[in-house]
């Protein structure tokens, strides 16, 4: 049957004169409004054919004729055949204009179909919104963005002014946020977003200087920006003010580190990380010295007082003076680093120097204290009577406030492993406290004697210079004991390892990572130090590799630095 202004007719033979028959209904015209169609019931009660483009392209990716007003608007991105499958997978039952659009614009773009992924692909790359454009599509685009977000404009820049100080004003002054919550939600993701955070980072720097909020920063307390991370003049405004409150004795370790915590889950930490860790440790220096009465009643009481206390005024100004040498911006220190020199010499060093000395020219070796000459019958001498095998790590120059730290590192390994445990205590050295005498102190000895002519100091006048002379003496007092570097124990594959220590009653490790850049290059001393604690954790694993299990860490001597020059009078 051919409509041509016959629609009662036609609707007539159909449902009373041949309800039984089947028929095909041509209309050599566009169907008209539904208000219009006198045959409406039965286009929704069959099933509607049409060869137009549209009509094709929708029976093709499973929708009815209700899409087909909607989807003509995009006929360019019809044009393909790619896109036109890739749609076809993706359609669902529930399929209405909103959801159609973020499928569209997804596959024009790459991404997944919501309108957050859209953005973000947007956002990373100005192309694709010309993509969008081409294709029709950008009154859908902002049309979720209103939906999701309460915007109300058309442009991608302003979208961005808005999203941004949407989310830079929540902490600050809400009545100042155009956008709902969501809008803050989505900054906060892309942020976090591993793939995408880079072009979050570019975009608040362009902002940023577009919009001048330096200068707007600026007038506002910087108590209040403390949880404000969406642009890095942020960071930059706080540095700023704990730099100065720091050097104007305003600030005390506790709201320092309160402050920092924040800081450390924002998006612009890792950039200011090491003048964030280098402000909390100066502030941790200036309390120590403000809140500690460096006295000591006696020898014995001095070192308690040190080993319980007193050493992490020397991690506080080393660990300062580790992250101040790799700050991002050294210049914003420079006020700061002559305070912490004159804090850490004239109020700890000299103090306690002055304080100790009186005690240290009566000391004797009967004094209670620990001494490291008595070492081997101390230490190790136990283990072997009980005939259990053990290893000696000795790094040279590793002092106490070092092995504080090597021990809680320790420790976190038995986190990790559950394999190790580990203790501290200390031990007075030998005067004079130089390599030679500390390294024959800690072997088993009757006698010690220094040479006349130079440095070398002799075990029962036998020369304990080198590790082969020490491997020598070790096995004078038992045969099974050894020496050996700690490079070379470190290249030993774990079955060629356990066959060389397999008879050993006690194996000396000798460590020299922090002397031997002392020596070398003396300011990278503290990098030294970190550089040893990875070496003592292998050499540690290492052992453990060669099914050891009791082992011993200590050291020769200690060490004294300061970034300052020591005077003569020093």
Request: aromatic content about 12%; some cysteine.
């Amino acid at each position: 049957l051919v409509i041509d202004n016959n629609e009662f007719g036609i609707k007539r033979q159909l449902l009373n004169l041949q309800p039984s028959n089947k028929f095909l209904i041509y209309s050599p015209g566009h169907a008209p409004v539904n208000e219009d169609n006198w045959l409406l019931d039965l286009n929704i009660a069959n099933y509607m054919f049409s060869a137009d483009k549209t009509s094709l392209i929708l029976q093709n990716i499973g929708l009815d004729v209700g899409f087909k007003e909607f989807i003509s608007k995009f006929d360019g991105f019809f044009n393909s055949p790619t896109r036109i499958e890739a749609l076809r997978a993706m359609i669902s039952e529930n399929e209405n204009n909103e959801s159609l659009a973020l499928k569209i614009m997804a596959i024009s773009i790459g991404g997944d179909d919501n309108i957050e992924s859209i953005m973000l692909r947007v956002f990373e790359n100005e192309k694709r919104f010309e993509t969008l454009s081409k294709y029709s599509l950008t009154d859908e685009f902002f049309k979720a963005i209103k939906i999701k977000y309460a915007y109300s404009g058309d442009s991608v820049k302003d979208l961005l002014y808005k999203l941004f100080q949407n989310h830079f004003y929540y902490n600050l002054d809400k009545s100042k946020s155009e956008l709902n919550s969501e809008a803050r939600l989505f900054v906060k993701s892309w942020m976090d977003s591993s793939r995408y955070k880079e072009s979050f980072a570019l975009i608040s720097k362009e902002i940023s200087a577009e919009l001048n909020i330096k200068n707007i920063i600026t007038d506002i307390d910087a108590s209040k920006i403390v949880n404000c991370d969406t642009y890095e003049k942020c960071d930059q405004a706080i540095v700023s003010h704990l730099l100065s409150q720091l050097n104007n004795s305003s600030i005390n370790s506790t709201q320092m580190s309160k402050i920092i915590s924040v800081r450390e889950h924002t998006f612009w930490f890792e950039n200011y990380k090491n003048i964030y860790k280098a402000l909390l440790s100066a502030s941790l220096l200036f309390d120590f010295v403000k809140e500690t009465k460096l006295t000591m009643s006696s020898f014995e009481n001095g070192v308690k007082e040190y080993s319980k206390h007193w050493y992490k005024a020397d991690r506080h100004y080393r660990d300062y003076s580790t992250h101040s040498s790799k700050a991002e911006h050294l210049e914003l220190l420079k006020e700061l680093n002559a305070k912490m020199e004159d804090v850490y010499l004239n109020s700890f060093l000299r103090e306690v120097n002055d304080n100790w000395q009186s005690f240290a020219d009566a000391y004797t070796n009967t004094a209670s204290v620990p001494h490291q000459q008595n070492f081997y019958n101390a230490k190790v001498k136990p283990y072997l009577q009980k005939k259990n095998k053990v290893f000696v790590i000795i790094s040279d120059a590793l002092r106490y406030e070092c092995g504080v730290e090597l021990t809680s590192l320790i420790l976190a390994e038995n986190k990790k492993k559950d394999r190790f445990s580990a203790t501290i205590s200390g031990m007075v050295s030998s005067l004079p406290s130089y390599t030679q005498l500390g390294m024959a102190s800690l072997l088993p000895h009757k006698k010690l004697s220094i040479g006349d002519k130079n440095d070398i100091v002799f075990i029962d006048d036998k020369s304990s210079s080198g590790t082969a002379n020490r491997d020598k003496i070790l096995k004078s007092y038992d045969e099974n004991a050894m020496a050996i570097g700690y490079e070379d124990f470190l290249k030993y594959k774990r079955d060629e390892g356990r066959e060389l220590v397999r008879n050993a009653s006690v194996v000396y490790i000798y460590h020299d990572e922090i002397d031997k850049m002392g020596e070398k290059n003396e300011i990278k001393t503290f990098d030294a130090v970190d550089s040893a604690f990875e070496s003592i954790i292998k050499i540690i694993k290492q052992i453990s590799n060669f099914n050891g299990s009791n082992m011993l860490i200590t050291s020769d001597h200690g060490f004294l630095y300061t970034n300052q020059a020591t005077q003569d009078s020093e």
